[in-house]
């Protein structure tokens, strides 16, 4: 099972919007709903912040949101802040023997 | 909200094995999927297998098959994730978490995503 491919890196300034890709085949991302998306500050555990495709855990800022179509996953943060600056992940159910695959990471980084 | 406390980090020499464990609290243990995700360092997050201690049985990622053995004491609301003949790649920060989704036969419990997640446990590979 091969990783979901995300970009290494994105970038905005503070107040922008920004979309972080998460592709992966008919297998997984196309078959299921069941993508979610990880952030990670540096030296912490991964944080879920979208769960099933769309939703947002209770918490989770309405600045994040998620969006599939096909084989690719997105993930949007709109309004960026210096906070978002981490490493964000996706994950997809396959139903195969290797039940979840992750993506590469993506680094955002807030100029 | 369960929260889960892992076990310290680990020296081990190539070859030899290593045993995490990952202890919940303030939820319904047995009834709750656990999985276990690594990172190495620099690297991206892998998924390794997971638990559900009602289901008994474990499910394991195929790159890990037949190294991974996970298991779960319900008397002390702990999993375990056990790998043996380490190697230096294995080096990483080993997660647990809760969620994932595993099945017996028909019957599936969980949920396909991971929330919270452990403090992480650093394991080094080192001659």
């Known amino acids: 099972q091969s990783a979901l491919t995300q970009p290494a890196s994105v970038s905005g300034s503070p107040g922008q919007s920004i979309t972080i890709s998460c592709t992966g085949s008919s297998s997984d991302v196309g078959r299921y709903r069941s993508v979610s998306w990880y952030q990670q500050h540096a030296g912490k555990a991964p944080k879920l912040i979208i769960y099933d495709v769309i939703n947002r855990p209770s918490g989770v800022s309405n600045r994040f949101s998620g969006s599939k179509s096909g084989n690719t996953a997105s993930l949007t943060i709109s309004g960026l802040q210096a906070e978002d600056e981490a490493d964000y992940y996706c994950?997809?159910?396959?139903?195969?023997?290797?039940?979840?695959?992750f993506g590469t990471g993506t680094k955002v980084t807030v100029l | 909200q369960v929260q889960l406390v892992q076990s310290g980090a680990e020296v081990k020499q190539p070859g030899s094995s290593v045993k995490v464990s990952c202890k919940a609290s303030g939820g319904t243990f047995r009834s709750s999927a656990i999985t276990w995700v690594r990172q190495a360092p620099g690297q991206g997050l892998e998924y390794m297998g997971g638990?559900?201690?009602?289901?008994?049985?474990?499910n394991s990622a195929q790159k890990f098959q037949g190294r991974v053995t996970i298991t779960a004491d319900e008397s002390t609301s702990t999993v375990y994730m056990e790998l043996s003949s380490l190697r230096f790649e294995d080096m990483a920060i080993y997660y647990c978490?809760?969620?994932?989704?595993?099945?017996?036969?028909?019957?599936?419990?969980?949920?396909?995503?991971?929330?919270?997640w452990g403090q992480g446990t650093l394991v080094t590979v080192s001659s």
């Open positions: 994950t997809s159910y396959t139903g195969s023997s290797t039940l979840y695959v």
């Open positions: 638990i559900i201690p009602l289901f008994g049985t474990a």
């Open positions: 978490a809760i969620g994932g989704e595993y099945c017996r036969g028909n019957s599936c419990r969980g949920y396909n995503w991971f929330d919270p």
